[in-house]
């Protein structure tokens, strides 16, 4: 973007925004220690796939669509009787939770707003993290999902996924209201455990060089190029 506005390359530098990768890590490796129970207190039965979105319930961050995708597949018996945990609150809810109805019984859970410290266990008891925005300048939640090793579904217009989400290898980009795609890929997700994990692993893999460290390293780079020696011994 910024070539295409008159920049030089050779003045831009690095620095990817970024969620405190060591904080959500620490918390998800200790809510991992309490999953089962965790997940039994949300009254999810072990074994069971677990979908989650986690964001605002307003019109462009288009969870209607994910539901619509969810019911599209909750009855077929490859998927595994997945559930659709779905964090968040907003203008959107009542409809979303009448749009829920045709769904098996507590196959959805409407979560309500959980704030930051909150959703690292559900990060964990997740399998496949979902965003389906038809616009989203970036979206951190995908960063935060990331950090607990999550396949991640996200559409074209979702800024994270043009740098975090590699289509096919820690998880699928669509086209923002595809319904088909999105109910295809959450029951491969769902069908196929050992891709899911694998595309998990690799969301790992990505998001441990998407941190503030980077960010620290992109400044210093620009710092050293605009004034040389005036800081090459400050730390």
């Known amino acids: 973007y910024y070539e295409t506005v008159g920049f030089r390359r050779d003045r831009l530098f690095r620095m990817p925004y970024a969620v405190d990768n060591d904080w959500f890590a620490e918390r998800i490796a200790d809510a991992s220690t309490k999953r089962e129970t965790f997940r039994a207190d949300l009254g999810l039965e072990p074994g069971r796939p677990v979908i989650l979105f986690a964001s605002k319930l307003q019109p462009r961050k288009r969870a209607q669509d994910l539901i619509r995708a969810f019911r599209k597949i909750v009855d077929n018996p490859a998927a595994g009787r997945p559930y659709l945990l779905i964090a968040g609150d907003g203008e959107l809810r009542d409809e979303l939770q009448l749009l829920a109805e ?23 008891i997740c399998d496949v993290f979902v965003l ?10 995908t960063n935060e999902a990331m950090n607990a090793g999550r396949a991640i579904i996200a559409t074209t217009e979702v800024g994270s996924a043009r740098d975090l989400v590699r289509d096919g290898e820690n998880g699928f980009i669509i086209e923002p209201g595809d319904i088909d795609a999105l109910a295809d890929r959450l029951l491969t997700l769902c069908t196929d455990r050992d891709l899911c994990d694998r595309m998990g692993k690799k969301s790992l893999e990505i998001i441990e060089n998407w941190d503030f460290n980077a960010d620290i390293d992109g400044l210093r780079e620009a710092l050293q190029v605009y004034f040389g020696d005036r800081i090459a011994d400050k730390k």
């Open 102 to 124: 045709d769904a098996p019984a507590n196959s959805v859970h409407f979560l309500g707003f959980r704030t930051q410290a909150e959703l690292p266990p559900l990060y964990d």
């Open 132 to 141: 389906p925005s038809n616009t989203e300048p970036w979206g951190l939640v």
